[in-house]
């Protein structure tokens, strides 16, 4: 599996781009918020990417995107029965990440419906199976921008429990249990670890 490519921007285009590792060209298609991050072209250009194989004939394609929180969002969205890479590309290039989220999380079937190539029913589909995947992050999006440090870690620690499947409203019940009995110097990661353990 190829987890990310690391070479000179050869060719850009905003739906695809090629990626000159070493002397060998990659083309990988791309959604629209990362082509706004893309340096000028024959820049050093770093894309995380997700390598799709088509079941039916064994075609290979490769998808890129310039941040770890657009790979997230797509992987979650092709997670979801009836949408396939290319429709997630869609998806993603018809919106923001955090409005999607904010869609999901607030059952916002109206604005999902317009995006391009979702129709009500998927719409419907989106948030009843990402809701709560996706609902920590839309929820501390905004806290998050101002918060102390010590909120931070506490809002990291939740987002870090709902990636891996929790609730939001759980996983924010479980991190101040694991708060209260951890020190003020506590990192993030032995956070969640106490978490995990006192659940």
């Given at each position: 599996?190829i987890a990310?490519?690391?070479?000179q921007?050869?060719?850009?285009?905003?739906?695809h781009?090629?990626?000159d590792c070493?002397?060998?060209?990659y083309s990988v298609?791309i959604?629209?918020?990362s082509?706004?991050k893309?340096?000028p072209?024959?820049?050093d250009v770093?894309l995380?990417?997700h390598?799709?194989v088509?079941a039916?004939?064994?075609?290979q394609?490769?998808y890129g995107?310039?941040?770890?929180e657009?790979r997230?969002?797509?992987?979650?969205?092709?997670?979801?029965?009836?949408?396939?890479?290319?429709?997630a590309?869609?998806i993603?290039?018809?919106t923001?990440?955090?409005a999607?989220?904010?869609?999901?999380?607030?059952?916002?079937?109206?604005?999902?419906?317009t995006?391009?190539?979702?129709?009500k029913k998927?719409?419907?589909?989106?948030?009843?199976?990402?809701k709560?995947?996706v609902?920590g992050?839309?929820a501390?999006a905004?806290k998050?921008?101002a918060a102390t440090?010590?909120?931070?870690?506490?809002?990291?620690?939740?987002l870090?429990?709902v990636s891996?499947g929790y609730?939001q409203?759980?996983?924010?019940?479980i991190?101040?249990?694991?708060?209260?009995?951890s020190?003020?110097?506590t990192s993030?990661e032995e956070?969640?670890?106490?978490a995990?353990?006192?659940?």
């Amino acid at each position: 599996m190829i987890a990310y490519l690391h070479g000179q921007l050869a060719e850009a285009a905003p739906t695809h781009v090629v990626v000159d590792c070493h002397g060998v060209g990659y083309s990988v298609f791309i959604p629209l918020s990362s082509y706004d991050k893309l340096p000028p072209r024959g820049g050093d250009v770093k894309l995380l990417t997700h390598h799709h194989v088509i079941a039916q004939d064994g075609t290979q394609q490769l998808y890129g995107f310039v941040t770890a929180e657009e790979r997230e969002m797509f992987l979650l969205l092709i997670s979801i029965s009836g949408i396939g890479p290319k429709l997630a590309i869609n998806i993603l290039s018809s919106t923001s990440i955090s409005a999607l989220r904010n869609a999901i999380a607030s059952g916002d079937t109206q604005t999902l419906s317009t995006l391009r190539g979702i129709g009500k029913k998927t719409a419907e589909r989106l948030i009843v199976e990402l809701k709560d995947k996706v609902g920590g992050a839309a929820a501390f999006a905004t806290k998050s921008r101002a918060a102390t440090p010590e909120e931070q870690k506490l809002i990291d620690a939740v987002l870090a429990l709902v990636s891996l499947g929790y609730k939001q409203v759980d996983a924010h019940r479980i991190v101040l249990a694991a708060a209260g009995k951890s020190g003020p110097k506590t990192s993030v990661e032995e956070l969640v670890r106490t978490a995990l353990r006192t659940q």
